[in-house]
């Protein structure tokens, strides 16, 4: 693990319209390898971001690189206003990273590695410690050996590290990595709980779901290219609508549908129809399709709204990005 945090507080845009990060045609090489191609990233302050993409997407890449610890080979950077690598050290005094897998001394206790981090740092990080290990869950076996920790323990002891700074910014790289879907809801809750707090948290995952429910934006990167970003609830807008209808006679439902809504798909199954309509489609659209089987005689017994996932959506773009090659 790389752990940076050096010393320190939902919209879009802040009143003074600075981003919590900002690259602007950032690219790294590995000889002919472009791992981090030309990013452009617009990160809101005080929001929850996931950094989505497949494992070798070039996600780690990118935050060494911010982080500076590999050097750019072009494009420019900031993080929370401050320009790097030329401030750096300014950056990085507000800032709590965790790069790669957790990796503490296995010989001592979860509070002395905490202890030696502290030490490196301003007074007042040293008194951070037990309340970081209670916010992490961990508080319980802060005296045990690391060497005892569990994947999960030691992810968590890793924000730890990072919360002694009290940072404005959090960024992790595969945070859910060895948890257990309760570490998971926990992890998560923690998340959103430093949100509430106005602070900016950058998640780098390939987990789709888990994005999904704990992040408010995201961008996704694929072979060093951010190839969409913003709210997730934007980028989801745009999606087709989804319509299931459990209903009596699923046939006689479908020629009345197919004969009213000639836009989209309709396919029926054992209990009854689902409708697909195409993206924009007002919701007013739902209650017709609700009237136009009653006033057929079909007894509705469940009509509901399908949202489009992060994950499905994302398949969407990937497959359509794939034909464009």
């Given amino acids: 693990m790389t752990t940076v945090q050096l010393e320190s507080s939902s919209t879009w845009h802040e009143p003074n319209g600075e981003w919590a990060v900002e690259t602007h045609g950032l690219t790294k090489r590995f000889g002919d390898k472009l791992a981090v191609n030309g990013v ?14 497949p494992n070798g997407a070039g996600k780690t890449t990118l935050i060494r690189v911010l982080l500076g610890l590999t050097r750019a080979d072009g494009g420019t ?114 998340i959103l709980s430093l949100v509430a707090e106005g602070r900016t948290v950058v998640l780098s995952s390939h987990l789709l779901d888990e994005i999904e429910r704990t992040c408010d934006a995201v961008a996704i990167v694929d072979q060093g290219n951010v190839i969409r970003q913003g709210a997730i609830s934007e980028l989801l807008s745009g999606t087709a609508v989804s319509i299931e209808v459990d209903c009596a006679d699923p046939d006689r439902a479908l020629s009345l549908i197919d004969n009213r809504f000639d836009r989209g798909s309709v396919t029926t199954g054992a209990q009854g129809l689902k409708i697909m309509l195409p993206a924009g489609t007002q919701r007013d659209v739902i209650a017709e399709v609700n009237r136009v089987l009653v006033e057929g005689g079909i007894s509705v017994y469940r009509l509901q709204e399908i949202h489009a996932s992060l994950e499905s959506w994302f398949l969407e773009v990937t497959s359509r990005l794939g034909e464009t090659q």
């Fill in 77 to 190: 950077m900031s993080l929370l206003g401050f320009p790097v690598p030329s401030q750096r050290a300014a950056a990085l005094a507000r800032v709590g990273a965790i790069v790669d897998e957790p990796r503490f001394h296995g010989h001592l206790t979860g509070r002395q590695n905490l202890q030696i981090l502290a030490a490196a740092r301003e007074p007042a990080a040293r008194g951070r410690i037990d309340s970081a290990l209670d916010r992490v869950g961990i508080l319980h076996r802060a005296n045990d050996k690391v060497s005892k920790y569990s994947m999960g323990m030691r992810q968590r002891l890793g924000v730890a590290a990072c919360l002694i700074g009290d940072p404005q910014l959090l960024i992790l790289d595969e945070p859910m990595n060895g948890l257990d879907p309760a570490g998971m809801q926990d992890m998560r809750d923690m």
């Fill in 40 to 53: 452009e990233l617009l990160v809101p302050r005080g929001c929850a971001f996931g950094y989505l993409g």
